[in-house]
């Protein structure tokens, strides 16, 4: 469905389209004194004439000097604010910022962007949404389809909580709260669950992992700085956690290997620390064990206490399964008691270890890795 505004950016002039976000307060002025003198610009959605004005929050935008027939939509303060900020950092960049453009898939659907992008260098379209009502992910996914098959990536910015999370429909919360506030694009965190996300719980900090003013954040998202699963295939530092227990068979002190962090936040500031268990080692075979060995090999884990790791037959469950081992004897150190360890444990080894797809997996939906980050460290 094609959507037009009655709060619009753009206008027709006898010279093509005028954009109120390139006006500054001087040239907004003379525009105006302009328009008086000789009554030459018109609404793009009807040709009606026009009066420019300026939002509640001070954007300057065109609007209908009559309303007449017009079915142009509803448009907020807020919303307007955004596309005259996008299209204002857009451009500071050597972008060409359209807004309120339309095209035409090659299957016929129409579409209308609020903020079309465009780089001759870099022959890209980015179509930026400000999703101000709320829209289902079917929605969503629908008219970001027609947007790729236009050729055209689009990026939203959606005041609802409950948003679509996957690299071909990149999606965030915008937040615009109060007069004074800049509005704040949210990425959600790897603890972000969908379904979990209503009025109460989406303002908990535990669902987002980072906070970038609108501004920055389209300059970012325009020099390649918004990035999805950058942490997957990455070398990062790991800590090895581990605890004491006295092995049953020779009486002395060993050392459990009990999980792993991988220590994201370090090389990823705001992404998120992971960490896995022995078991999630086991189950991911023969991945786990061989990412085992060359990260953490038995002699490094020897040096700080820790036994062999390694598949072992116990009598107890009747299988074979990877276990520590006690460092003195080898003998096979019962998982069954990990769990009562557990507290007691502390990070006795510091390397660097890649991260996985087996890794990842080991969160549901691999949302550990798959999932948008914004490096504010980058130089644009």
């Known amino acids: 469905m094609i959507r037009t505004h ?4 753009k206008c027709l002039s006898p010279n093509g389209q005028e954009y109120a976000f390139r006006h500054t307060g001087e040239s907004w002025t003379e525009l105006k004194a302009a328009k008086a003198a000789k009554n030459h610009l018109r609404m793009s959605c ?3 004439q026009v009066v420019l004005k300026r939002s509640n929050r001070g954007t300057p935008f065109f609007a209908h000097a009559r309303r007449g027939p017009c079915t142009t939509a509803p448009e907020s303060a807020e919303h307007l604010l955004a596309k005259d900020i996008i299209a204002r950092s857009a451009e500071a960049l050597g972008w060409t910022a359209m807004t309120e453009e339309s095209g035409t898939s090659p299957s016929g659907k129409g579409w209308i962007a609020d903020v079309l992008c465009r780089t001759p260098r870099l022959k890209s379209s980015i179509a930026f949404e400000v999703q101000w009502s709320s829209q289902n992910a079917e929605e969503t996914e629908a008219r970001q389809a027609t947007y790729r098959e236009s050729r055209v990536r689009g990026l939203w910015l959606m005041r609802q909580p409950v948003i679509p999370i996957s690299h071909l429909t990149p999606a965030f919360q915008l937040r615009v709260d109060s007069k004074e506030e800049t509005p704040i694009v949210r990425l959600p965190s790897s603890g972000y669950t969908e379904i979990m996300i209503n009025r109460n719980t989406a303002t908990e900090p535990r669902n987002w992992s980072q906070s ?7 300059r970012g998202a325009l020099t390649k700085r918004l990035k999805f699963a950058p942490a997957l295939n990455a070398t990062v530092p790991i800590r090895v956690h581990a605890a004491e227990a006295t092995c049953w068979k020779c009486s002395k002190q060993t050392t459990r290997l009990l999980h792993v962090e991988f220590a994201v936040d370090e090389v990823f500031p705001s992404h998120g620390n992971h960490r896995i268990n022995r078991d999630d080692i086991e189950t991911a075979a023969p991945q786990g064990e061989t990412w085992l060995a060359k990260y953490l090999p038995n002699e490094l884990l020897a040096s700080v206490g820790i036994g ?11 299988s074979s399964y990877l276990s520590n081992g006690c460092v003195h004897c080898g003998a096979l150190q019962g ?3 990990e769990h009562e360890i557990a507290s007691e444990a502390n990070p006795v080894l510091t390397s660097h270890a890649v991260i996985e797809p087996w890794v990842a997996n080991t969160v549901s939906g691999a949302r550990f890795v798959n999932r948008w980050w914004f490096d504010r460290d980058q130089v644009a």
């Open 212 to 218: 970038i003013p609108l501004d920055e954040f389209v």
């Open 46 to 48: 009807c040709g009606a």
């Open 335 to 337: 998982a069954f008691i």
């Open 308 to 318: 062999a790791i390694k598949r072992r037959y116990s009598r107890t469950v009747r």
């Open 6 to 9: 009655t709060m619009p950016l």
